[in-house]
């Protein structure tokens, strides 16, 4: 076991791949602790994180033959996180915005069933963005990130930011039009 546990990445990330779970959980047991405080930091939530993770790791184990460069898997599996922990922030965010409009159209079903159409539409636009946007896009508008921050969490400068998330306002604001 010590043999393992002083492998590289790398190595444990082949291993892994090849269906060796003990490499795997000396992967999980030393990326875990980053991937948690990097999930806490998007979602807020310290159980979104633990899920976000566990959901993450999942995918990591079913994936891992795909890995391209196994020195990366650090990379690899944040990416993995960063994507469950978007797809749980416009869930949460959208169920939110759904809850508040259900609640103030009560008794006016016409409305409600406006409200609900809008969601789906939001839904829909956000799904068909490309990733790079729709990331940019619900760290800024459902988490409340700075350029700065947004930055940091997708490897990018802000200038790079800022032009992704006018990209992807400009797409949102286009097709949602109608609902204006």
Known sequence: MSTRTSATDALLASRAADGDQLAFGVL??????????????????????????????????RRLPDLAEPEKVRSWLTTIVSRKATDRLRSRKISEQIDEEMVAAEGDPERATVASSQMDALKRVLAELPEDLRVVWVLREVGGYSYEEIAEEVGATPATVRGRLARARKTVLERMQEWR
Do not use: M, N, Y
């Open 28 to 61: 999980v047991r030393r990326h875990a602790p980053f991937l948690v405080a990097f999930a806490t930091k998007l979602t807020g939530s310290r159980a979104d994180a633990d899920d976000c993770v566990q959901e993450a790791l999942i995918t990591a184990w």
